[in-house]
């Protein structure tokens, strides 16, 4: 007799009209999934900040509290998944266990006082999904969960949030982060579920890639978001200066935020306006082709979890010029100088545009980028982040 | 279907936009109360075949009178700072810092609850006046603050008409609309 294989996946992030790419990665691990199971359904909460105003907030929760089960309904999702997508309203606060709770008690509304029918749970972000999949599986199901937030180490600073997330790595039945940063902060802060937690990988999409790797690398693209952490000032100084010995280098800058006018302004200042284009958000399904289209991607990204748009890139042909980010450096280890370069986080423009000037004398003689690429396809491709899903989920004989 | 989205805050324009264009593609009459912004800045995308109430409460602000400005900010902040460019640099400082704190703050506080309230009128006003004539067959409530409103006007609307269906956004369903 064969079992049935339901999964239920809870996540704060998932793609919606307002916000397209925000858990597109959410999403991806959904596709690669959902071959070979029985069933999946998606519970995405979106929270909804609203006035702490304590006889405000207790009107708004009892008309939230009416209106939720009434708007339960199933939307079509990715790998014929059921998407259940509803607010989860948070007072405005910064104490991250308070934000835990309310997600845990807002799903618990929209179940209408049932539990979640899978045996098998998959939460993604801990606090927020994890503890919510927590409060309402049914006896005898196991909770997963992943964790990818970058503002980790702000909710491990709370007490309360600490004392939370602790009780969640103490219950779920097992832990994954999608990073060496997050694993190395977690195992520091809670040493006794250091064994606890693993690595699990986000999926990327293999099948399409350019067949020859680009000959020069003249064509740069940074797909990164316009924000201070990624460190765009620093990138276009570093080109400016690589612009100024080669006129025909171009940078695309994939992306958007906060300091576009000033990264728009600098370039002005530097001269390689005309060098520099900014394109904007791109939706992820586009990615694999621009990037195709360009010859090198350049990162100079502070801190990343995981190295998504370096796995990404490599998928998809390219060499990388990327900084020891975290993620980056864990994605790229034992095939660096196949790959491309990784420099150092330094305050210092010229480090950059040297490791460029090196990496442009070594390839395509002395980098392998099918070899790179056959070594990340075995980790991060669809059918291998799915593999490795299943074989969490159900065993060995999965 | 009559269906009235209400995005009062139009804090979530680019949701907008694609649901009400998505519901007006299936065949759906849309009339949507919303916050214009400024020269109804990112609603560019909107599509025209969607009837709009605009709402244009962020126009309205409350205000002081001149007397409280001068006496209770300009006057003293004057002074203090006129003060700050001589020998008594730091007691001056310090003394405009206890007042901004103590006296403009709570100012501030106040002019911001005045101007919250005075937009929350325009806005329960505009929404009530358009339910008056309009009988939505479907709500669809677009972002917070359309919740925090709805508490003033949902209850009852639901109490009257318990069929009317309410959703947070416009999602084709599974097994179409009629599994609503």
């Given amino acids: 007799?064969?079992?049935?294989?339901?999964?239920?996946?809870?996540?704060?992030?998932?793609?919606?009209?307002?916000?397209?790419?925000?858990?597109?990665?959410?999403?991806?691990?959904?596709?690669?999934?959902?071959?070979?199971?029985?069933r999946l359904d998606i519970y995405h909460l979106d929270g909804w900040a609203v006035s702490p105003e304590p006889a405000r907030l207790r009107r708004v929760r009892d008309l939230h509290t009416q209106l939720l089960p009434r708007a339960m309904k199933a939307a079509e999702a990715v790998g014929g998944a059921s998407l259940y997508r509803f607010p989860a309203i948070v007072e405005r606060s910064r104490d991250h266990a308070v934000h835990a709770r309310r997600y845990a008690e807002w799903l618990g509304v929209a179940l209408d006082g049932r539990r979640i029918e899978a045996d098998v749970i998959h939460a993604h972000v801990p606090m927020l999904g994890g503890y919510a999949a927590l409060e309402h599986c049914r006896s005898g199901a196991k909770v997963y969960t992943t964790e990818h937030s970058s503002f980790l180490p702000e909710v491990l600073s709370q007490a309360s949030s600490r004392e939370l997330?602790?009780?969640?790595?103490?219950?779920?039945?097992?832990?994954?982060?999608?990073?060496?940063?997050?694993h190395d902060l977690i195992a520091e802060v809670f040493p006794h579920h250091a064994a606890k937690i693993q690595y699990i990988a986000n999926p990327i999409?293999?099948?399409?890639?350019?067949?020859?790797?680009?000959?020069?690398?003249?064509?740069?693209?940074?797909?990164?978001?316009?924000?201070?952490?990624?460190?765009?000032?620093?990138?276009?100084?570093?080109?400016?200066?690589?612009?100024?010995?080669?006129?025909?280098?171009?940078l695309t800058l994939a992306?958007?935020?906060?300091?576009?006018a000033a990264l728009v302004k600098l370039a002005e200042e530097l001269g390689i306006s005309e060098a520099v284009s900014f394109i904007g958000s791109v939706d992820p399904g586009d990615i694999p082709a621009l990037m195709a289209d360009h010859d090198l991607l350049v990162h100079t990204s502070r801190?990343?979890?995981?190295?998504?748009?370096?796995?990404?890139?490599i998928a998809a042909g390219i060499p990388v010029l990327v900084t020891r980010s975290?993620?980056?450096?864990?994605?790229?280890?034992?095939?660096?100088?196949?790959?491309?370069?990784?420099?150092?986080?330094?305050?210092d423009p010229g480090a950059f545009a040297d490791a460029f000037r090196d990496l442009r004398e070594r390839h395509p003689g002395k980098t392998d980028l099918g070899r790179a690429r056959e070594h990340l396809r075995a980790k991060y491709s669809y059918e291998a982040v799915a593999d490795h899903h299943h074989r969490i989920w159900f065993g060995a004989a999965a | 279907m009559n269906l009235l989205f209400l995005a009062p805050a139009a804090s979530r324009k680019r949701a907008v936009a694609v649901e009400t264009?998505?519901?007006?593609?299936?065949?759906?009459?849309?009339?949507?109360?919303?916050?214009?912004?400024?020269?109804?800045?990112?609603?560019?995308?909107?599509?025209?075949?969607?009837e709009v109430d605009w709402l244009d409460a962020n126009t309205l602000s409350a205000t002081e009178s001149p007397a409280l400005a001068v006496l209770a900010r300009r006057l003293p902040l004057g002074l203090l700072r006129r003060l700050g460019r001589g020998p008594l640099r730091r007691p001056a400082d310090k003394v405009?810092?206890?007042?901004?704190?103590?006296?403009?703050?709570?100012?501030?506080?106040?002019?911001?609850?005045?101007?919250?309230?005075?937009?929350?009128?325009?806005?329960?006003?505009r929404i009530r006046a358009r339910l008056e004539y309009e009988t939505p067959d479907w709500l669809v409530v677009c972002e917070p603050k359309a919740l925090e409103l709805g508490i003033e006007f949902l209850p009852a609307l639901l109490a009257e008409r318990p069929g009317t269906i309410t959703t947070y956004a416009y999602e084709p369903a599974r097994g179409g609309d009629d599994a609503r």
């Fill in chain 1, 165 to 182: 997330y602790d009780e969640i790595l103490h219950r779920s039945a097992g832990s994954f982060v999608v990073g060496a940063p997050l």
């Fill in chain 1, 326 to 347: 975290g993620g980056s450096d864990q994605v790229l280890a034992g095939i660096e100088e196949d790959a491309g370069r990784l420099v150092d986080v330094v305050d």
């Fill in chain 1, 1 to 38: 007799m064969s079992i049935e294989r339901n999964v239920a996946v809870v996540t704060p992030w998932y793609p919606d009209a307002q916000r397209p790419y925000r858990g597109s990665f959410v999403q991806a691990m959904a596709a690669a999934v959902a071959p070979g199971l029985d």
């Fill in chain 1, 303 to 313: 801190h990343e979890t995981f190295g998504v748009v370096v796995v990404e890139a």
């Fill in chain 2, 21 to 50: 264009r998505r519901a007006v593609e299936d065949g759906h009459r849309v009339v949507l109360i919303a916050e214009a912004g400024i020269r109804r800045q990112g609603w560019e995308d909107l599509d025209p075949r969607v």
């Fill in chain 1, 205 to 250: 999409d293999f099948t399409a890639g350019r067949e020859q790797a680009p000959r020069d690398l003249r064509r740069w693209l940074s797909v990164a978001g316009l924000v201070e952490r990624k460190r765009i000032d620093y990138l276009l100084q570093a080109f400016a200066e690589c612009h100024a010995e080669d006129g025909t280098l171009t």
């Fill in chain 2, 96 to 125: 405009a810092r206890r007042w901004e704190r103590w006296v403009v703050q709570p100012l501030d506080r106040r002019l911001r609850a005045g101007t919250t309230a005075l937009r929350e009128a325009r806005q329960l006003e």
């Fill in chain 1, 255 to 260: 992306g958007e935020g906060v300091l576009r």
